[in-house]
């Protein structure tokens, strides 16, 4: 075939524009749908990110909170975050994406006196798979990463308290209670049985049996119990003993030989696991001697508990008596009623100086409770407990009380 035919059909083949649409569509469509998928996946990224971001933020606001507040420890942290993070992030992830495996966590703690901060930096990522437009140009996953830190902290003020106990140890305080004891769950006990004449047939006599019963605690018992877990609070919100003073006094129908107030809880603790059962019951003297003690002057005149804590740790202190009996005042000519006139005036006289005075009726009758009930300081000082665990009860929440007072959070 000639160059000379060739060249004029080249020459209309080229000037041909019929299909040309067809040929561009099919070469920009492509084109055309990768940018439509990713102006799309654009904003799906940037929202992703965004909620990623303050799952983040929170996470580590969150955990420095609660590291400050005491709710979570530094090694708990890590986990804390994560599940927070993977909580905040539940209902935007896609199925099967392991955000927990993913999430950094890093906690600085800084401590200057008695001030704690913590510095949380939450850092999560993951990969999100890409629309199916992004995916036909190539595309199969965007990784997303963010960081967010926060500082929290509290700074810690001591308050400092002296607290004096006024107990009972009368012999009504030897009675079981319903508690079954933990250690010894039964006791060995013997008893008369196998009656039988004696040798000449004139006297009946009995042979002694040992038997196995159940064993409760008496009510001093649990009372030592109550008063320890007590002093185990204190102890805790003051390991140095720097801020608290403790004193006791017991009493049946005299008051006892005292443990004068001293820095800690060492002397009241041995003093309380010493106490045992007997005796009838007045209170006044008791009280009246935890009154003074709490009020007492120094050489100088001054109030030696104010200096004492003054002089040591700068502060006047908080001051506490806890008032405890499981009976009713007895043998004196009216019955008991002239030991509670004095103690009333007793705690009258506490409460006009400031003294918080908190009282434990334990399985009281009801002229014990009337007492103490008039003693407290107000309802929520006054403690009914019918039962030994209820005597823990009143023993922790009055520890905790106090507690709150030696160690008081700022954030």
């Known amino acids: 075939m000639s160059t000379s035919f060739l060249h004029p059909c080249l020459s209309r083949m080229l000037g041909d524009r019929g299909g040309n649409f067809g040929i561009m569509t099919a070469i920009v469509l492509p084109v055309l749908f990768g940018a439509a998928g990713m102006a799309i996946q654009v904003g799906d990224i940037l929202l992703s990110k965004q909620q990623l971001q303050e799952a983040a933020d929170s996470a580590a606001l969150a955990t420095a909170t609660a590291l400050a507040n005491g709710k979570i420890q530094t090694s708990q942290a890590e986990a804390f975050a994560r599940d927070f993070v993977a909580g905040q992030m539940a209902n935007y992830l896609q199925s099967g994406t392991d955000i927990k495996s993913t999430t950094a966590v ?40 963010t960081s967010g830190t926060t500082v929290g902290g509290h700074s ?10 006024a107990l009972d140890k009368s012999g009504s305080m030897g009675e079981n209670t319903a508690t079954v004891s933990v250690a010894s769950p039964t006791e060995p006990y013997t008893y008369d049985c196998n009656p039988h004449l004696n040798g000449n047939g004139t006297k009946v006599v009995y042979d002694k049996c040992t038997g196995s019963r159940t064993n409760y605690y ?60 007997n005796g009838g019951t007045n209170s006044s003297g008791a009280m009246a001697t935890a009154y003074s003690s709490l009020t007492a002057k120094n050489a100088a005149g001054n109030d030696a508990e104010d200096a004492a804590h003054q002089q040591k740790t700068g502060q006047a202190p908080k001051k506490y008596i806890v008032f405890m009996t499981d009976g009713d005042n007895n043998n004196d000519s009216s019955g008991g009623r002239s030991y509670d006139t004095a103690t009333k005036k007793t705690c009258d006289d506490a409460k006009s100086k400031g003294i918080e005075i908190y009282t434990i009726a334990f399985m009281a009758p009801a002229g014990g409770q009337a007492l103490l009930h008039y003693c407290a300081s107000d309802d929520s000082h006054y403690f009914q407990p019918e039962k030994m665990e209820d005597l823990l009860a009143a023993f922790e929440a009055i520890g905790s009380k106090a507690s709150a007072q030696l160690t008081r959070l700022t954030n």
Do not use: C
Request: without cysteine; glycine residues 8%.
């Open 106 to 145: 890093n906690v600085q703690a800084t401590t200057s006196g008695k001030s704690t901060s913590y510095q949380v930096t939450v850092s999560p990522s993951y990969d999100l798979t890409v629309n199916p437009l992004m995916q036909a140009v190539g595309f199969t996953t965007q990784h997303l990463s």
């Open 156 to 165: 810690q003020t001591q308050g400092s308290i002296s607290m004096y106990l």
């Open 218 to 277: 008496t009510k001093i018992e649990a009372l030592k119990l109550a008063a320890g877990n007590l002093f185990g609070q204190l102890n805790s919100a003051d390991p140095n003993a720097e801020y608290v003073r403790t004193g006791a006094v017991s009493y049946d129908i005299v008051q006892y030989p005292a443990s004068s107030l001293a820095w800690g809880t060492a002397g009241v603790s041995s003093y309380v696991n010493a106490l045992q059962a």
